[in-house]
């Protein structure tokens, strides 16, 4: 029986979750879990991945303890943050992360060189300041002089373990500097931002195996054997394939510190109505294209959590909403402002000032705030989706993963927006994807169906029927979203 480990890192924390097929079900515990977050060092907010690295390595040492001698291993972190590596394969300084104020005016001033229309056409990847693209646009140049390769963090963290450089394609397409249709290196791209293609290690699919971990290289930690396996290492690319939908007709919100709205296709969208609509073709597994909306998700609720020292959980939070008037503000949630503020509450409550609405103040009004305006959104972008994937087919089931899928209040409140069957679960979508993946890599599953399958008859999901909605809500929501 193969054992398998993901990695799963995001924004906030990361966990090692063990993992094995038996009896066609898949068995799932965590056996180690560590805090994650950026910090201001050296003029920018930088992630630590020493630390990242120190922690995976303590995680396989209690799949030791435990035992274990020899697993399969897959990493999956956040996108477009990169390392940048010297001349002998040392990283230079710790990686800067994409909430960092230095990419500010790097969208502007790219826009001034080529069109965003035409880098969209280019990509089909949705504009966002934080791409790796601009990210690099204003990368200090003396730090690109000195780097011989560039890798994204889970790439990174795999030739840490493994001495081995590639670049996994399902995270590589959020750079914005793949091609849509060539889906190799865009040239043109490349020499605007002063970029070599030599920069950046080859390609490579979801499912190839990286190589063994190099334990005679940490001697102070007692490590099993271990193959590590590329999975789909952007994270959202992970949750889709860990999401157990199949057929037609279906959506996902992959929930957490994001919320990723959209459909699995196989066709990139790069139409100007795609781009108007801000939408992203990023790539997925096993030659599939994650047509999706990028959206500002539980971060929100996190920063208002954190701002009150977290007196409350996100349980009480929700229940406190739960207890407040419903639909007081209407606030766009993707609105740049809430990207990283000094005080979320503060941003919120002066955005509705600013646009002359009642100001929440109390935990509940304000986590109420949060909800009612993350299920307006969601429903106006499935709408939106419904528009762009060109079918007349309405979306009749809604599968919410991560998670933000353990939010009943929410799930409620976006199956009542949306008027669709939502479907919540699983919470751990991500490791589940990852961990499918290696699954599939060696044999355990023929088909990704046949894998979804599994997940389905392997964690309990909730489903959510739509309640009635008053459709003048929705009128006031859009008339504030056209302020």
């Avoid at 087919?393 to 939502?422: C, M, P, W, Y």
């Avoid at 994807?433 to 290696?438: A, R, S, T």
Wanted: net charge negative; hydrophobic share 40%; charged share 20%.
């Amino acid at each position: 029986m193969n054992t398998y480990i993901a990695v799963d890192i995001g924004a906030s924390s990361g966990r090692l979750v063990k993992s094995s097929l038996i009896d066609g079900k898949i068995q799932m515990e965590e056996i180690y879990r560590f805090k994650n977050g950026f910090s201001f060092k050296d003029n920018h907010e930088r992630w630590d991945i020493d630390y990242l690295t120190t922690e995976i390595l303590k995680g396989l040492s209690v799949a030791k303890k435990q035992g274990l001698t020899h697993c399969y291993l897959g990493i999956d972190t956040w996108a477009v943050d990169y390392c940048l590596l010297d001349e002998q394969g040392q990283l230079i300084d710790q990686p800067i992360s994409y909430r960092d104020a230095r990419t500010n005016e790097g969208l502007q001033s790219f826009s001034q060189k080529m069109s965003l229309e035409k880098l969209y056409e280019k990509t089909g990847i949705q504009i966002q300041p934080f791409n790796t693209i601009f990210q690099l646009f204003v990368e200090e140049k003396e730090r690109l002089e000195q780097a011989k390769t560039l890798l994204l963090i889970p790439d990174y963290l795999g030739y840490v373990f493994t001495g081995k450089k590639v670049t996994e394609k399902t995270n590589a397409s959020t750079m914005q500097l793949l091609n849509a249709n060539t889906q190799t290196w865009d040239e043109e791209l490349l020499e605007l931002i002063q970029v070599e293609a030599s920069l950046f290690p080859p390609l490579v699919e979801a499912g190839t195996v990286l190589g063994e971990l190099l334990i005679d290289k940490f001697p102070e930690h007692d490590l099993p054997a271990v193959t590590i396996i590329n999975v789909a290492s952007h994270d959202t690319a992970s949750a889709v394939l860990g999401t157990p939908g199949y057929g037609e007709n279906w959506a996902y919100i992959s929930s957490g510190t994001w919320s990723l709205l959209g459909i699995e296709t196989t066709i990139p969208n790069v139409s100007l109505e795609a781009f108007q609509a801000n939408y992203t073709n990023e790539w997925g597994a096993h030659n599939t294209i994650r047509f999706l909306k990028n959206i500002m998700g539980m971060w929100l609720i996190q920063e208002v959590a954190r701002m009150q020292d977290y007196q409350y959980s996100y349980a009480q939070l929700a229940e406190l909403a739960a207890n407040e008037a419903a639909f007081q503000q209407f606030i766009d949630v993707n609105d740049p402002r809430f990207l990283n503020p000094v005080n979320m509450i503060e941003e919120l409550q002066a955005y509705c000032q600013e646009t002359n609405q009642v100001v929440p103040v109390t935990p509940g009004e304000l986590a109420r705030c949060v909800y009612d305006n993350l299920a307006l959104c969601y429903a106006t972008e499935l709408k939106q989706l419904e528009k762009l994937s060109g079918t007349e087919d309405k979306i009749e089931t809604l599968h919410i993963v991560g998670g933000g899928s353990n939010n009943r209040f929410l799930n409620q409140l976006t199956a009542n927006a949306t008027q669709t069957t939502v479907i919540a679960g699983p919470g751990e979508a991500t490791a589940i994807g990852n961990l499918v993946m290696q699954m599939l890599s060696v044999g355990e599953f023929s088909t990704v169906e046949a894998a979804r399958k599994a997940i389905e008859n392997s964690f309990t999901c909730e489903t959510y029927e739509p309640e009635a909605f008053e459709a003048s809500i929705f009128v006031n929501y859009l008339k504030t979203m056209q302020r």
